[in-house]
């Protein structure tokens, strides 16, 4: 274990939008958080066409929500 931190017993580890097969490859496998590509990609297009074709743009944040893909890199919070 690096620096004598065990995963995920004293500590977890996870990524963000690691490709398909690459969190396995770790040991153990790297829990993710998955952005939802295809609804990001498709506002980022009407975005786009909107902003092209001078229409008004939407104020304020967008939100997304993710998935969790839980694997082998996460686990209970220790006890102190």
């Given at each position: 274990p690096a620096a004598g931190n065990e995963i995920p017993k004293?500590?977890?580890a996870?990524?963000?939008n690691i490709p398909d097969g690459h969190a396995d490859a770790t040991v153990p496998a790297l829990t993710t958080l998955a952005p939802p590509a295809n609804s990001m990609?498709?506002?980022?297009a009407q975005l786009l066409i909107a902003s092209v074709s001078d229409e008004a743009l939407p104020?304020?944040?967008?939100?997304?929500?993710?998935?969790?893909?839980?694997?082998?890199?996460?686990?209970?919070?220790?006890?102190?």
């Open positions: 004293r500590l977890s996870r990524s963000v990609g498709r506002l980022a104020e304020g944040p967008r939100l997304f929500s993710g998935e969790l893909i839980e694997r082998g890199s996460t686990g209970p919070a220790p006890k102190r």
